[in-house]
């Protein structure tokens, strides 16, 4: 009997509570119950951290946050700005540095087979005149030497992707990247060195002077049938040198911003010096091919003065025919026979001749 009285004091319950819930429900403004579109209503979600992360898949805005590393910009977790610097590096920079190299390759080959050697009218005559000593040899060398495999390694990093990677293969490349990137830092500054010294041995003789925009004018004697006059440089050596100096020194500047970022440059400044570095980079590596086309096989009798030191007397002329003349006043002209018996002589005339010849050209 008390059992079927706990039953229905139990089923009268029950039904009181779900009336309950009816009711209740009824109550309730329909528009709580009503489906909301996450993407239409907004997310309303307040957690920091889901704000962060939907902000850094978007990349829509520069993101700040906090970093345990206290450095320049180390509160900018995300900036869109290199991704923009990315694809400018890779696409615009890259081909332009394509297009640059290969149009100065072009254009050397078409003088080359349009105009050809420039040779010495009547020829070579063997008597010689000293020109440079050991010491401005050895520094020329050395950073010319730096310079081609500075070119070398930053031109592998430049356009690995684009030329190697299809070649060797990504494992291939990534050895030749990562050992070109070290050896690039590594020798960089052997070239701002050798730079500084170029600059103190030579800066005196590199001023422009008199009849030098003559000389630039007429292309150094291919435009026109008149003579072009030259001191000890003349004006396209001397564009040279100070085209080296200032580049040089550019690339020099850019080149340590990037080596060393802990001196409180920030992104953009880095993100600048790259592109600064890499074109001024460029330019220098391409007018070098000029340079080591007329210094080589290009004009006949130059490569001869960065082998001995000496030069011929009709090159000087060719050339430089002030300081050929120089020369003649001052009895500074070794014989072709003394010359042949003399060279490579430790204990000969010749290096007193060169000393003497030194202290007249400065």
Known sequence: MKTQTLCIKYETMMKFITALLII???SLPQSSFAEVDPLQQGISNKN???DLWRAVRQRTVQIQGVSQVKTVDSNILINPQADKWTRFRINELTNFGLILLGSVLALILVFFLLRGKVNIDGGLSGNMVFRFNDYERVLHWVLALVF???????LT????????????GH?????????SKEAHNLFGPIFIVSLLLMLIRFVKKNIYAKGDLTWLLKGGGMVGKSHVTGGFFNMGEKSWYWLVILVGLGISVTGLILLFPNFGQGRILMELSHILHVIGALALIAVSFGHMYLGSVGTEGTNESMKSGYVDIKWAEAHHDRWAKHCHDNDLIVSADEFAKLKGTSNSPLNSVSSSVAELNK
């Open 24 to 26: 209740l429900f009824i």
């Open 157 to 168: 990093l430049l356009f690995g992707r684009t030329l190697l990677i299809p070649v060797f």
């Open 171 to 179: 494992e291939v490349f990534s050895l030749l990247a990562s050992s």
């Open 148 to 154: 081609l495999f500075l070119a070398l390694t930053g």
């Open 48 to 50: 920091p951290g889901s």
